[in-house]
């Protein structure tokens, strides 16, 4: 028989990489409960056609499709914001705005395997729908703030630009939504001579000016573009935007280490701010959002306004390891309980039983194996204590209680053994 290995971009996570994934997804939830995002569970499997709406070229290419056995065409999903854009114009239509939702799952894209980059990823994912203004950008950027306090992380820095200044550029200039569409993609690649040679003289111009915008100071920045769009009205009340979200974010406590005025991201449905977030250590974003305003639309809803951000789970995860960061997850003793005999079986499970209604976490020996043999194992395991279930303690109520560590043993009357392994 030949031995199976994962399919490419594809990992097994072993039970240490398994439980910092963990440990990250139960922050990401407990952020959720601290800023009212209720959670939601939508299916890996979705049509086709809703991933691709509005997702971008970069990624339809890159998902995994198929047909299902009834013939539809299908993929697993490369994002969730599609998902629930679906739920928003059907069973979510009438909740009350604003709708505040959140996912966490593992989404698919073909993309090339790497140090952080995989092609079966985790995300968690925050929307809130149905308000247009800049304190709901604010408080999708505060979130991602508060999640990468509560993993510990240092130096993390905020990277703040805005769709509709490039759009509302590219619009005026008369370049149709597919060539914006080509050229934000370049830009976001930061290829910006084949983006710019998309468009007209004029218009490659103020992008190329754009570009030079750039100060120390991310007001002054934010102040520099309002000046240099002014001609263009769309991009100039975007401009506007920018600056409120970025004075807003400071006030509530978040830091943002540059505004960049032709910062583009890869997904098509971004209609206003878009934020990356970053660790010194590591040049792949932590996490990544912004407003699209027009998605629910596009999926036969009413117009609704709405901004989000997902972050990448397993990154974050990556990023701590980088800083040495510890998991802090609070280990209670471990356990194990064995019978003497063959007879005994049935009395050392029941304890079992009652040691884990308690909240202890216990194995039971299930290899048949003689006492020293079953000690030798649970030290080699480095197992807290052993309780060694005989016929003559029974009689009185009463196990063995080994203390694996110290090596010492005492006799404790079964109905206080829970108290006694805990003190
Ligand atoms: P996006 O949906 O492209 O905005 O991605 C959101 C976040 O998901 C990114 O900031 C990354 O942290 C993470 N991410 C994106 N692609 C990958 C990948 N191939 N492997 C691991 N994480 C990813």
Known sequence: MPTFQTVRGMRDLLPEDAAALNCVIAKARE????????????????????????????????????????????????????????????????????????????????????????REFWQSDFEIIGSNKPEADAEIILLTNSLMQAVGLRNYAFKLGHIGVLRGILSQEDVDDKTQNAVLQRMDKKEYTEAFALVPEKCRATLEGLLKLKSGSVFET????????????????????LLAILKLVTEGGCEIATVEPAFARGLEYYTGMIFEVYIPELDIALGGGGRYDRLIEVFGGEATPATGVAHGLDRIALAMQTQNLALKTKQDKRVVVVPVKDEQKGAALKIAQQLRATGMSVEFEVMGRKMAKALEDADKRQMDYAVIVGEKELQQNTVVLRNLAKRTQTTVVINKLAEAIRS
Do not use: H, W
């Open 222 to 241: 934010a102040e520099r573009i309002i000046q240099y769009v002014a001609d263009y009205s769309e991009a100039a009340a975007s401009a506007e935007n």
């Open 31 to 118: 952020t959720a409960g601290l800023y009212g995002y209720r959670e939601i569970v939508t299916p890996v499997v979705e049509p086709y056609e809703l991933l691709a709406a509005k997702s971008g070229e970069e990624i339809r290419q890159r998902m995994f499709t198929f047909k299902d056995l009834g013939d539809r065409t299908v993929a697993l999903r490369p994002e969730f914001t599609a998902s629930i854009a679906r739920l928003a114009t059907t069973a979510l239509r009438n909740e009350p705005k604003p709708l505040r939702v959140f996912s966490v799952g593992s989404v698919y894209r073909y993309d090339e395997p790497q140090r952080g980059r995989y």
